[in-house]
């Protein structure tokens, strides 16, 4: 379930928007089918996800003279998580629970602050530049294997922060062509369930370990772009990207057999490539078109040396969508086609396999 309430107001040139969010995942679930169970029934194992997440955001936009528009705002969230395991006498009856086998949970709070100048330098040229402070926080981790040695474990809090600059130059060349050149820092701190939860895929049979020593990742970005109005209502979009992260969150194996990964922090990683955006309109129908080339590699690992040199798991290289809408009167037929290349599932990039159970085909 999701909540959202929002409240806008303006006084001559100055604007305020305040939103706020409630999100509410009540009953996220899966269940597993254990040893011995069949088509007719059995043991297994039933796991059910409860998270919630507060949410503000407030921002303020004025001008500052005739050149200047200032925006500025607020943005805090908080958000808390809980995943409990337990037996089940009948696989199929998510309600023959009995015995609680495996917890987890943790809350975190990110806080920030944010400031961007809009600087229009000519007609033609406009200046960005902002930046962002966030404060994250982790608390309440706890984890327990029930009737395991070690179990329960309870983790520390952990606090820290950053500062995200950014820059952009936006060039009207002409009516029908627009050039764009953005650089900028960001910062994504690790999810709940990647520091404190560790869980079994019923489909691959690989544990997935957490790990409550992650550090946030970092990334500096840059991107040039165009844009250009063609012929007959035809808009084209073309984007270089080009992003070096830090510290970058991912799973390295742990093993093989048995098949065990683990959310690590890899030094150095880049992910750069292109963007292609097309759309039009003939009569009734508006149609898009998109391509991303994505050239994603782990550069520096020394946790993890094999994977140095390896493609990033789960980030196909070749992506492509084709699309169209129809409309008359209220009568909307639309529809999309999308196609994403194979991608690997470990970081040393050793599950090259295609056409097999537990392989990431393309599709």
């Known amino acids: 379930d999701q909540y959202t309430a929002s409240y806008t107001r303006r006084w001559d040139d100055l604007s305020s928007r305040l939103t706020l969010g409630y999100v509410d995942q009540y009953d996220g679930w899966f269940i597993t089918p254990g040893t011995g169970a069949t088509v007719a029934g059995g043991p297994g194992t039933g796991s059910k996800t409860v998270t919630t997440h507060h949410i503000l955001d407030w921002q303020i936009e004025a001008p500052l003279g005739t050149r200047h528009i200032v925006t500025t705002g607020l943005f805090l969230r908080r958000g808390e998580a809980h995943n ?21 949970q943790g809350r975190e709070s990110i806080h920030a602050v944010f400031v961007q100048d809009r600087y229009d330098l000519t007609d033609t040229l406009t200046a960005y530049l902002g930046g962002r402070q966030d404060w994250w926080e982790t608390s309440h981790g706890r984890a327990d294997s029930v009737g395991a040695a070690g179990y329960p474990i309870r983790y520390p809090s952990r606090r820290d922060d950053h500062f995200s600059p950014k820059a952009a130059l936006s060039y009207q060349h002409s009516p029908a062509a627009r050039y764009r050149l953005a650089a900028g820092r960001s910062f994504r701190a690790p999810a709940v369930f990647e520091l404190y939860r560790t869980w079994l895929s019923p489909l691959s049979g690989t544990t997935f370990q957490s790990n409550p020593a992650l550090a946030p990742e970092t990334a500096d970005s840059w991107e040039i772009g165009v844009d250009r109005r063609l012929p007959r209502d035809t808009r084209l979009a073309v984007t270089y990207f080009n992003n070096r992260m830090q510290d970058f969150i991912y799973r390295t194996v742990v093993s093989s057999t048995p098949p065990v990964q683990r959310f690590e922090n890899a030094a150095e990683a880049h992910s750069r490539g292109v963007e292609l955006s097309l759309n039009g309109r003939i009569g009734r129908l508006d149609w898009q078109a998109g391509y991303t080339y994505t050239d994603a590699l782990i550069d520096r690992n020394p946790r993890v040396p094999s994977s140095e040199g390896k493609r990033i798991t789960q980030i196909p290289r070749n992506v492509a969508s084709l699309g169209a809408d129809w409309r008359r009167d209220r009568l909307r037929l639309g529809g999309t086609l999308r196609h994403a290349d194979a991608r690997y599932n470990r970081d040393d990039n050793a599950d090259d396999v295609h056409g097999v159970p537990g392989a990431y085909d393309a599709y």
Not at 88 to 96: E, I, P, T, Y
């Open 84 to 104: 409990a395991e337990r037996s089940l006498a009948d696989w199929r009856d998510r309600d023959s629970a009995t015995a609680l086998t495996y917890e987890a």
